[in-house]
């Protein structure tokens, strides 16, 4: 494909790369004369009134061909103003050298009240002011639509460049190819489509338009933009995944060996030669690293740099299984020598009976030559899963690249034998050394690269997002860092007499402060890798890229962060073997006690810590979900400790006790540090009785009833059970303070559902009761009682929902009689009163108020007469008529003289 940009350098585009054209050195004055050409632009009301704004008087023509001349002969400059720049009166005002302005110009100029600029070339908008654009990708067949596009980016006053260089500000491309389109990734220039001109130029006529509007980067070239890839070597989920990406990000995919594939993605782990691919000259064959990079820098990645190299192989007897080169048979063939390697190396460590006398035991890498003398194999290299090329390479011999053999002789002379004591200790550096590489591994790989300043295609991820997901590795990394070269540097020299857990003890004072903090967010860590790599298809590319490192061992970030949460139980593991395998007076057995307790003193803090942060997590938690609940509820000093879910079974309609809600009602408490919180515990949402027209809004769980301090709780009667009385216990809370009511309150409650019971329920909330007290003996606070000693009975317990419907029914009854009522007075009560105003013998009530004693008459009452006592009676205070304001209230028998004071019970 050959780039027109390079080649054209004639006709009216070449005049586009002087610098000439973009010298807006010339302001229209009210001096000039104004040629509004055209009748559109002459009923244009908008610009009229923009002219009018600027002070510029105008005239009108219909060509404005007759003040081509005219401006020759009297000397003044003429400025035409056409609604559309196209037709034949425009191509021949353009070709006369007339300057023509567009009336989006006026408007803004009028608008911002500022001066007129324009340029020698016609200026409709400024929406490109300041761009300086440069092509690439254009064939010579798109001629025209080239020219056409450089003319509209002069319409909107942009200039172009045919060269590309740092001053340029945006690349249009047609094609992911080519050194203008290198260089504009490598700088970080936006490279934006065609689409994008024609997009801006339909918007010339909004004057508060602009092409670097954010709109307008939707626009900006796909990765990979009219490419077709093709995948081989890959699982088919990976696979799909692949291509739904692709798509995602502007390309498109099909079948290996279509004419129409232009990028062949290889798998180079399981694909190692391409000889049942034939590939044509315009193919690219690229490993799959091109593809993720692609889509981390938001443009097509060099192809070069990835380009797939075929692993050369020796040409197979017509007989033999390699003749198959499918990624498929490849792949088995590869595993296959991987598998006959490892039986020969358990075969060689088999044989293996003496160990080096050097502390670090050194590892060869075994050569690809079959050589029948070396029998020899590193016991790490067969057992350690967790090597990385650092330690592989530092492993080789000095005299012995890969592909050679270890010629060494052997010596004959037996190794001195290492004691149980060095080779834990040589474990524990070696899975200190591969540990350390972890870390290394993290911060080199991962978190670096993500910090660092202008990134192609921008950053990455935030800093805060970043800082969330690594949070104080780097602080362990360096407390271990320094910890492997001591233990280094104290067996390099070893002996018996050395002290290990001093060096572990001189460190953890450093672990202390390092491992809290990653330890107790590594869920929100986790949390925050996952929901980046959903939303953010470069940060997932990147990862990618990461992952097939081979730093990595094939293992991802959330795999690889979680080391840290692993390493202290694997230390204390290896010291408390150490420590076993140490002399009761061995000057290093105390210091081994000290280190391991040092370490679960840091196990302890982090459990602590993170019980700590589970509790306030929860506290947010409870909050979101109880309605209306008291906002102070949320404290710095204030935790989370336990719920429990009951039934309330008191009855104060009855005077059998108080009630938060109403009896068999769902009450849930919140236990805190220093308060009890009480709320009703709503059922399923598709229960409640709503109009059907109200909108439906989430409903939570929990209604907020009262917020209870444990200092206001006064005892805790625990109910003993029976057959009919199971879970029950009484709160017995002091009065409130708003109210003059002196004496204490009862609630009853029976425990539901099998997470807790209420033994320990009870005795956690006295515990927190002392401590909220400050009183030692939380015993005290829980009381034994009787079922009977509360009256408590088996109906108490009937709790079903028919009971329930019948409760709520008399009180919607009763509610509904009260609305219906002019007096409001209870309807029962009336009639009772009115029943007895008719059957007594009595006088009329106002003989009753002169307190005359009532006679018998013996002349009967008129109807008028009965129905005015009628009237009088309902008029009068009903309360002493009424046989209930008399009763004497349902107590309970031993708490009859409960008071705000001390109370003269045994049982309280």
Sequence with gaps: ?????????????????????????????????????????????????????????????????????????????????????????????????????????????????????????????????????????????QKDDLKRLADIVHHMGGSIRKDFSSRVTHLVANATAGNKYRTAVSLGTPIMTQEWIHKTWERRHDMEASATAEDMLLYKMSPFFKCVLSFVGFSDEEQKHMEESTVMQGGAFAAAGEESCTHLVIDENVVTNMFDFPTNGSLKVVKQEWFWASIQISACADESLYAYATIPTTPATPGSASKVHTPTGSALMKSSRKRRRLRESIAALSQETTLSDSPVMPRKRRSSVQDPNVTTVSVSSILDATSTPETVAASYNADCTPMQVDKTPVSSTPAKPLSKRQMVAMELLQTETNYVSILHTIISVFKEPMEQEQQTGGPILDQEEIKTIFGKLPDIYDVHRKLKEDIETLLSEFTEDKCIGQIVLKHSSDMMKAYPPFVNFFEFSKQTVEKCEKQKPRFHAFLKICHSKPECSRQTLTELLIRPVQRLPSMILLLTDLAKRTESDHPDKSHLEKALESLKKVTEHINEDKRKTDGHTQMFDIVNDIEGVPPHLLSAH?????????????????????????????????????????????????????????????????????????????????????????????????????????????????????????????????????????????????????????????????????????????????????????????????????????????????????????????????????????RLASTTSLRTLSPIANKPPMTPKRLKSRTIGPSGASWM
């Excluded at 917020?707 to 109910?719: F, K, Q």
Aim: aromatic fraction near 6%; hydrophobic fraction near 30%.
């Design 1 to 141: 494909m050959t780039d027109l940009t390079s080649e054209m350098s004639c006709n009216s585009y070449s005049a586009t790369m002087t610098t000439q054209e973009e010298n807006l050195e010339t302001t229209v004055t009210p001096e000039c004369r104004i040629c509004l050409v055209g009748q559109e632009a002459a009923q244009n009301q908008q610009l009229i009134e923009a002219m009018q704004t600027l002070n510029m008087s105008f005239v009108e023509s219909e060509t404005g061909i007759e003040y081509i001349s005219a401006q020759d002969d009297d000397q003044q400059e003429t400025v035409f103003v056409m609604q559309e720049f196209d037709g034949p009166v425009y191509s021949k005002l353009q070709r006369s050298g007339c300057r023509l302005l567009g009336p989006t110009v006026f408007c803004k100029a009028a608008a911002n009240l500022q001066p007129l600029p324009f340029s020698n070339r016609p200026l409709y908008c400024s929406h490109m002011a300041d761009l300086i654009i440069c092509f690439t990708g254009f064939t010579t067949n």
């Design 638 to 870: 204030r935790s989370f400790i336990m719920r429990a879910d009951t039934i309330e079974i008191g009855d104060s309609e009855s005077k059998k006790g108080d009630n938060f809600s109403v009896k068999g009602g769902n009450v849930t408490m919140f236990l805190f540090s220093d308060t009890l919180e009480i709320c009703k515990r709503r059922g399923k949402l598709g229960a409640s009785y709503k109009s059907p027209h109200i909108t439906k809004t989430p409903v939570k769980c929990f209604k907020h009833i009262e917020l209870l301090p444990l200092s206001h709780i006064r005892r805790i009667l625990d109910v003993n059970e029976t057959q009919d009385c199971q879970d029950t216990f009484c709160l017995l809370c002091k009065p409130h303070m708003d109210t003059m009511q002196r004496a204490d309150r009862v609630y009853m409650f029976k425990m539901v559902g099998d997470e807790m019971s209420k033994t320990d329920w009870l005795k956690t909330l006295c515990q927190h009761m002392a401590n909220t007290t400050c009183k030692a003996d939380a015993e005290n606070f829980l009381i034994k009682i009787d079922p009977e000693e509360l009256e408590i009975t088996k109906s108490d317990f009937e709790s079903s929902k028919l009971e329930r419907a019948k409760r709520v029914a008399r009180r919607a009854t009763r509610k509904v009689g009260r609305t219906f009522s002019f007096n409001k007075t209870p309807r029962n009560t009336l009639s009772r009163a009115v029943s007895s105003l008719s059957t007594n013998s009595m006088g009329s009530p106002m003989e009753m108020s002169t307190g005359d004693t009532p006679q018998h008459h013996s002349v009967p009452q008129s109807e008028e007469q009965r129905m005015t006592a009628a």
